[in-house]
């Protein structure tokens, strides 16, 4: 199953400890090397990057920027 979400940059696996619902800003811990990231979730609010749904609907894309250290 595919995870949606910020991922961890040097290892490509999802970040942990985000939470439900997703917030737009926060920090997650990548789940091999236990480092803290820092993400913001931006939605795209010019309509460039419109994607589609698994129902038809045209919804507008996000673009997730992930930061920190490690």
């Keep these: 199953m595919k995870k949606y ?3 961890c940059p040097n290892h ?15 920090t997650g811990i ?3 090397s236990g ?3 820092d993400y913001v979730i931006e939605v795209d609010e ?3 990057q ?3 749904d698994k129902f038809g609907n045209k919804i ?4 997730i920027t992930v930061t920190g250290n490690d």
Excluded: A, S, W
């Design 46 to 48: 010019d309509d460039t």
């Design 5 to 7: 979400g910020p991922v």
């Design 35 to 37: 480092v803290p990231f």
């Design 12 to 26: 490509g696996c999802p970040l942990d400890g985000i939470g439900f619902p997703m917030p737009k800003k926060g």
């Design 30 to 32: 990548c789940q091999i």
């Design 60 to 63: 507008k894309g996000e673009k």
């Design 50 to 52: 419109m994607k589609v």
